[in-house]
Structure formats: C-alpha cells, structure tokens
C-alpha cells in the first residue's frame, strides 16, 4: 500500500523538538520560534536537484548529509549559529528504503551541528530537495560581502579543489588510490561547513562568504559588493595532498580557482588584525591561509610568480 504524505512525515521526519527556542515544531501549519535576544536571526535557501548538484544513484544517506551540511555552510559564512532548517523534499515515489537511510543521514548532520528540522513540505516529482536553514548571529558583528577594504588581505580556510576532484572521481575522470579516492569522496558528500571558524572570525574579518561556485567566483563577489578589486597568487594556493598525489600542478590549481563544491570560507582580513589571525592559527583553532589582497579597481585577478594568468575557467555557473 501507498504510503501518504503525513504518514510519510510522520515515520522518517517527525522528532521531538526539544530544542531551546522551538515553541512549535513539526505537526502544525507553522513551527513557532524563539530568537535569540540581541541576535540577527540569519536565514539561507538552496535547492538541490538530481543529476546536478548530486547524482541520482547515489546513496540517500550520502545526499542529505551534504544537502544540509551545504547550506549550514552559508550561516558558516556570516558567523551564525546554527538553529532550526525546514525540508522541501520532492520524490518520483515514496521508497521506504531509500527515505529510511536518507532520514538517517539528515538527522546524523542535523544532530552533529546542532540543527533542528522544524517543518517543510514533501510532493511528488523528479528527485529535489529544498533546504531553509536559520541561525543566530550578534546584532552587531555578522560578516558580510561588503567590508572588504583596499589593502586588505585574502584568505581562505582549509583546503581548495577537493570538490572538484571528487567530482571527478565521481564521473570516472579521476583514479587516485584507495586512501585519496576515500578523502575525496567524503569532501564531496560530508562538506564540513565551517561553522566554529565563522564564528572565531567575528570581529577579526572584515568580509567573509563561503566557496560554492569557485574561489574566483565567490570572491569577485566580495569584490563587487566592496568596490574593490583583488589579486590572488597561484603559488599560495592550499592544496590536499590527495590533491598533489594525483594530478599535474596546472589542474589542481584550475579545481582551486575555479572548480567549485569546496565550502570552504573566503575572507579578507586587515592587516592590523594579521597577529589575532595568526594567533587563532597557531593555537589550532583554525586551519587558514593567506592568498591575495584587496586592491582598489574591480574583478580577481590571478597572477604566478608576479605576472598575471588568464584563465578559460572561472567558477561553476547555475544556469
């Protein structure tokens, strides 16, 4: 027998929502909540859809891991806790399989980053997901596009390229070994959004957004929302070595520049706030690197040992 929307929703999304805040969860028309006092409640949109932003086949754990942990992502980018998401699920059929490994890999997500589902709305179609996540960020300090200053520095967290390698595993373009083709995978499908490192950068950068659609990509927009322009070098690039083991310096830089799906943080940073960076470096509590500055003019320009690189590929286009 069929199963039915409620029904549905009742056997793999319903939970007790007894998380601080949540005066209404699940079951109403609408969930009723709490935000925090003296915060801005910081609210973010992505829908992902199969054959494009993950393939169909894959493991429907593996899905909504990613799906909810790349749109935490975008609260990681203005410095917010996380606080509730909302799920819009379209399916071509009700699988309870398929919808029991896909709750368990959403709520894996949502537990480890303390993220409660709140409501949403399933229908039938091609397979999609539309996530809501909300979160809470200081009234005062939430970072933006716009603040980026001439003579600030560059920066990014953790690695670059990796998703674009995974990518490329995925499609049967890429063969590294075992422990690499692992790595790989995981970035792809467990993006860890930099939710702690977000907040560590409040009040110490200037600007901030999250690396979705390529570092070139994301920080012309940084560039267009400052009035400003900026340069980034080639060589201070940070790069896996899963990365390195596994493909020529010139492709490992273009995935780094351009390839997209890393969910890393891009930021810029005053000078005058390097030595409160470094100290956050040196005491373990952030994984950064510093990889251009901000110059007057507009767009990012890419240079390699001083001389300015051209580049055919700038950054994944939705449409």
């Excluded at 942990?69 to 009700?94: H, I, K, Q, Y």
Aim: with cysteine.
């Amino acid at each position: 027998m069929a199963i039915g929307e409620f029904d549905l929703i009742k056997c793999y999304f319903e939970r007790s929502a007894s998380s601080a805040g949540v005066e209404l969860g699940i079951g109403d028309d609408c969930a009723l909540l709490d935000v925090p006092a003296g915060k801005h409640l910081a609210v973010s949109m992505d829908t992902l859809v199969a054959g494009v932003h993950f393939p169909a086949d894959a493991s429907s754990r593996l899905i909504a891991e990613r799906a909810l942990r790349v749109n935490l992502s975008d609260l990681a980018a203005m410095g917010a806790e996380p606080l509730w998401f909302t799920l819009g699920l379209t399916l071509p059929e009700p699988n309870p399989d398929w919808l029991e490994n896909f709750s368990v890999g959403l709520f894996a997500a949502a537990d480890e980053f303390n993220c409660v589902l709140v409501g949403g709305d399933t229908t039938r179609g091609p397979l999609s997901m539309t996530l809501q996540v909300h979160g809470a960020v200081d009234s005062k300090n939430a970072l933006r596009r716009s603040g980026a200053r001439i003579g600030d520095l560059v920066c990014v967290t953790g690695c670059l390229g990796d998703g674009a390698a995974a990518l490329a595993v995925i499609q049967d373009k890429l063969w590294p070994g075992e422990d690499a083709r692992e790595y790989l995978l995981d970035r792809f499908y467990r993006p860890r959004p930099q939710l702690v490192e977000g907040q560590l950068l409040l009040g110490v950068a200037s600007a901030a957004l999250d690396i979705s659609d390529g570092l070139i990509a994301d920080l012309g927009h940084i560039c267009e929302c400052s009035n400003v322009g900026a340069i980034v070098d080639i060589e201070r690039l940070p790069l896996s070595s899963a990365m390195r083991a596994n493909v020529s310096v010139m492709q490992a830089n273009t995935w780094a520049l351009a390839g997209g799906d890393d969910y890393q943080l891009c930021f810029t940073l005053p000078p005058a706030k390097q030595l409160a960076l470094q100290t956050l470096i040196d005491s373990g509590q952030l994984q950064a690197t510093i990889v251009g500055e901000i110059v007057s003019g507009s767009g990012v320009i890419c240079r390699s040992e001083g001389v300015e690189v051209n580049l055919s590929a700038t950054g994944y286009n939705h449409f």
